[in-house]
């Protein structure tokens, strides 16, 4: 199992937009290709409050997150929802990927 680390920075003003479709579409279609959805945050102080998810998945192996991506991105459902979401300007910024496995003395995750 290798775990993915995620932080996306939004556009000012453009962090609910990104919550809502989390929230409404981007956890489901993850699950439908194969990327588990482990944890998501949000950081409680300002500037990054304003602007900033933060989220960890996992996936098989490194080659399994590769081909899970590539089977999201692809997926007309999420393209729709992606172009919908983004009617009004882009939401994201930048995002930092960081792909980790957890240490022997880890606790387990759930």
Not at 55 to 81: C, L, M, S
Not at 91 to 103: C, G, P, Q
Request: net charge neutral.
């Amino acid at each position: 199992m290798v775990y993915e680390l995620r932080i996306y920075h939004c556009y000012e003003g453009k962090l609910p937009d990104l919550l809502k479709r989390f929230r409404e579409h981007t956890t489901k279609l993850f699950e439908k290709h194969g990327i588990k959805n482990v944890a998501y945050w949000v950081p409680v102080d300002e500037p990054q409050k304003s602007n900033m998810l933060i989220y960890v998945i996992a996936h098989p192996g490194r080659e399994a997150a590769a081909t899970n991506w590539k089977a999201f991105q692809d997926d007309p459902e999420w393209q729709t929802v992606r172009n919908a979401s983004e009617a009004n300007g882009k939401i994201v910024e930048k995002v930092d990927s960081t792909f980790m496995a957890l240490t022997d003395f880890s606790p387990p995750l759930k």
